[in-house]
């Protein structure tokens, strides 16, 4: 199936698509946790590359939410497209629904401009600055394209 379909699914038809275990949660938590099944860990069917898993909350349809989006989040980071086409919406907060397919579209075009954030900047349209910040909000992200950066030999976008 095509990553941006997949990103954008409600997580009923991304559940449809995967396969769901639950089990007891492990920790912390008191009886909730440790007598009830609300540990959640989905695995996409089509590629059980992609799994994920919560049990961070006491509900198991919050735990499902929690990987869904886990799992979105690790496709996006996983799966490229060429030729890179910018996000719709740059600004898009980490929270929202449409952050994955953001992220993904991101990564799409710094890969395809060796990681360089400043090309990858003028293609979305934004300052490098601006663009620094955009990748510097989500810890993930920030370690992934410092991580590709220094494979590719490239020094490390600084902090400050």
Request: proline share 4%.
């Amino acid at each position: 199936m095509d990553r941006d379909l997949l990103l954008a699914l409600p997580d009923d038809a991304l559940s449809a698509l995967c396969r769901l275990e639950f089990s007891k949660g492990s920790g912390n938590g008191g009886q909730k946790r440790n007598k009830t099944s609300s540990a959640a860990r989905v695995v996409l069917l089509e590629d059980e590359r992609f799994a994920a898993s919560d049990c961070s909350e006491r509900s198991q349809h919050r735990n499902r939410a929690n990987a869904l989006w886990k799992l979105r989040r690790l496709i996006a980071f996983e799966l490229r497209n060429a030729p890179a086409v910018p996000p719709a919406r740059i600004d898009c907060a980490v929270t929202h629904p449409d952050y994955p397919g953001t992220l993904a579209h991101l990564l799409d075009v710094l890969e395809e401009n060796d990681y360089d954030h400043k090309r990858a900047a003028a293609v979305c349209g934004v300052t490098a600055s601006a663009f620094l910040k955009l990748l510097k909000r989500d810890a993930a992200l920030w370690e992934k394209v410092n991580a590709a950066r220094e494979i590719r030999g490239l020094h490390k976008l600084r902090s400050n």
